[in-house]
């Protein structure tokens, strides 16, 4: 029983890392301006 809460627990907290990692990779892609050393194809040099 207690192995079954662990991979319960681990599962629903891999399900929110991979909710979360969505959201900054989305974010990632909609950002417009320079970011120091990381610059979009569509920006000035």
Same mark, same amino acid.
Do not use: K, N, P, W
């Given at each position: 029983? =207690?192995?079954r809460?662990?991979?319960?627990?681990f599962?629903?907290?891999?399900?929110?890392?991979?909710e979360?990692?969505?959201?900054?990779?989305?974010?990632?892609?909609?950002?417009?301006?320079?970011?120091?050393?990381?610059?979009t194809?569509?920006? =000035?040099?």
């Amino acid at each position: 029983m =207690e192995a079954r809460r662990a991979v319960v627990s681990f599962t629903r907290q891999l399900r929110d890392m991979l909710e979360l990692s969505l959201v900054i990779c989305r974010g990632a892609v909609r950002r417009t301006e320079s970011r120091g050393a990381h610059y979009t194809m569509r920006s =000035e040099i």
